[in-house]
């Protein structure tokens, strides 16, 4: 099994920037790739950024340009840089791993206020 654990999570104002942190541990050699999620109340768990072991990235066209996920392999730990937050940022953020099994996160709050 895989065991994530999320952070970074907080407020911020619009326009500023937040780093989450996701932490892997367990059966993390039979990890292939790693990604966040988010969900906003009322909504729907959407994708938001994943990376694969060999480093390729892919992102949803709503934060391309802004988050950028990233992976320290000697850590087993995955982060997402969210610069120019917006408002409709505000989610839940969760972590995933992906292998033979998908583990997810606890999740962790990002709220973008003023």
């Known amino acids: 099994q895989v065991q994530l654990v999320e952070s970074g999570g907080g407020l911020v104002q619009p326009g500023g920037p937040l780093r989450l942190s996701c932490a892997a541990s367990?059966?993390?050699?039979?990890?292939?790739?790693m990604g966040w999620y988010r969900q906003a109340p009322g909504k729907q768990r959407e994708w938001v950024a994943s990376?694969?072991?060999?480093?390729?990235?892919n992102y949803r066209d709503a934060v391309k340009g802004r988050f950028t996920i990233s992976s320290d392999n000697a850590k087993s730990t995955v982060y997402l840089q969210m610069n120019s937050l917006k408002p409709e940022d505000t989610a839940v953020y969760y972590c995933?791993?992906?292998?033979?099994?998908?583990?997810w996160g606890q999740g962790t709050q990002v709220t973008v206020s003023s």
């Open positions: 990376i694969t072991a060999g480093g390729s990235t």
């Open positions: 995933i791993s992906v292998g033979q099994d998908r583990y």
């Open positions: 367990g059966t993390i050699f039979s990890i292939t790739a």
